[in-house]
């Protein structure tokens, strides 16, 4: 599998990165609204933004599952990659800084790219986007990813639904199973079958459990009733 990694000429981690000598294959638009159709697979590293500031680096898949869209399309998402996120973010928990690590549900665009794309972000404010120390070691850590990618052990991914944006319990099954999209408490309410059916097929690989936490009973028997009629299981939280 050939796997792309850019970053943009916008976004001040992929100054950072080009600064640091990088060679990474550099585009000229947004990072959550730009066209890519070379190799198999797609990370994106940039920046990462959050009105509390919290000094984070986080892993997310990408898709709009509500009428809002951040980039992309409303109501769609982009191809997830649950081998390569994962991986990814084994590699980020092995890095000797104090910054939170954590999966980030599934949010902004691009979400129509014929591959997948995988975010990897650092923030949330300049005083990190500009650490070329934290930004260089991150960047190894991806390349560390994509070099263990085959060696990632799929066969149990999971699917999360509910729960808050930045998912602690998908982070925490990531260290022994693969992440597939996850679709947080703040878009339970306007979720239909359409995204349910997308979250499912709209993977590399499969996913055959799902997380449901706290959803409501009229949402819990939609999606239940989705996952049990594509052969996938589910645990209650």
């Known amino acids: 599998m050939k796997v792309s990694v850019i970053i943009s000429s916008q976004d001040p981690v992929g100054k950072t990165l080009k600064r640091l000598g990088y060679q990474f294959e550099e585009i000229t638009e947004d990072v959550v609204d730009f066209s890519y159709n070379k190799g198999d697979a797609v990370i994106m590293i940039c920046r990462h933004e959050s009105s509390s500031r919290t000094p984070t680096i986080t892993v997310h898949h990408p898709g709009n599952p509500g009428g809002k869209p951040l980039g992309g399309k409303p109501w769609e998402l982009g191809i997830a990659n649950p081998r390569l996120l994962t991986s990814i973010f084994r590699e980020i928990l092995k890095m000797d800084t104090d910054l939170d690590k954590v999966i980030e549900a599934t949010h902004h665009g691009p979400t129509n790219l014929p591959v997948s794309v995988t975010f990897v972000e ?116």
């Open 122 to 237: 650092i923030g949330s404010d300049e005083r990190f986007w500009t650490n070329q120390g934290l930004v260089d070691s991150l960047a190894r850590a991806v390349l560390r990813g994509i070099e263990n990618f085959e060696n990632t052990d799929c066969s149990s991914t999971y699917l999360v639904f509910g729960g808050p944006h930045y998912s602690r319990t998908a982070s925490s099954l990531a260290k022994m199973n693969c992440i597939s999209h996850i679709i947080s408490k703040h878009f339970i309410s306007e979720l239909n079958s359409n995204l349910i059916f997308q979250a499912i097929e709209r993977n590399v690989t499969k996913p055959n459990t799902a997380i449901l936490d706290s959803i409501q009973r009229e949402k819990r028997e939609m999606i239940t009733n989705i996952l049990s009629s594509n052969n996938i299981s589910f645990q209650f939280r």
